[in-house]
């Protein structure tokens, strides 16, 4: 089975701030990463599918890049609502998540 | 726009089968183009992917769980659903369906419901 590794497991940046996670799988899964959104008390969001294709109506400080099998979630500009855990997936694996909050 | 929504007992002694339905509207479970899944966050932890179903009825379950889970689906009523048997406290989770896009294993969940609570008690 495909292992993902995520990181960091949390993380706290000012608003205005670059914010950046990783996933790192075990094989070559291509382009086949995807990442979520998912705030308190919510059901997670899709963000980002394969690699780096926003889906419909999530803002453009939100994205996404690969390189091997290294996978870069990014968010240029972070701001307040974006205070979330934030998941890469792979096929039925899910990582480990990050925390993010705002200093 | 597709709209997923969980239903069931909040509440399943141990040993018992857990029993959720997942109604969707605003699309059919019937098409060929997706499929059904159910995935569960225990309280304060990750999410876990449990399996899926397709329109014809095909499954796949993630083989940590396979041996409990059993998912069916009933397109006259664009319903799917998820029994997992013999429940242990582990198994209290937020119970999470949602439609699958893509052709596994290249996929993603682009649709979820709103969760569903599900407590374990002796």
């Known amino acids: 089975d495909i292992q993902m590794t995520q990181s960091p497991s949390s993380l706290s940046a000012s608003v205005g701030d670059r914010v950046t996670i990783t996933c790192q799988a075990s094989?070559?899964?291509?382009?086949?990463l995807n990442w979520y959104q998912q705030k308190p008390g919510k059901a997670p969001k899709l963000l980002i599918y394969?690699?780096?294709i926003l889906e419909t109506g999530v803002p453009s400080r939100f994205s996404g890049s690969a390189s091997g099998t290294d996978f870069t979630f990014t968010i240029t500009s972070l701001q307040p609502e974006d205070v979330a855990t934030y998941y890469c997936?792979?096929?039925?694996?899910f990582g480990q998540g990050t925390r993010l909050e705002i200093k | 726009q597709v709209q997923l929504q969980e239903s069931g007992p909040g509440l399943v002694k141990t040993s018992e089968t857990l029993s959720l339905t997942c109604t969707v509207s605003?699309?059919?479970?019937?098409?060929?183009?997706?499929?059904w899944s159910w995935i569960r966050q225990p309280p304060g932890k990750g999410l876990e992917w449990i399996g899926y179903?397709?329109?014809?009825?095909?499954?796949n379950y993630n083989r940590s769980l396979k041996s409990r889970v059993t998912m069916s689906i009933d397109t006259s009523r664009n319903k799917f659903s998820l029994r997992l048997s013999s429940v242990t406290a582990a198994d209290a989770a937020m119970y999470y369906c949602?439609?699958?896009?893509?052709?596994?294993?290249?996929?993603?969940?682009?649709?979820w419901g709103q969760g569903a609570r599900v407590t374990v008690s002796s």
């Open positions: 949602a439609r699958i896009s893509g052709w596994w294993p290249n996929i993603y969940f682009d649709f």
């Open positions: 605003g699309g059919s479970v019937n098409s060929g183009t997706y499929y």
């Open positions: 179903i397709y329109y014809s009825g095909s499954t």
């Open positions: 094989q070559d899964i291509y382009n086949h």
């Open positions: 394969e690699t780096s």
């Open positions: 997936q792979q096929s039925g694996t």
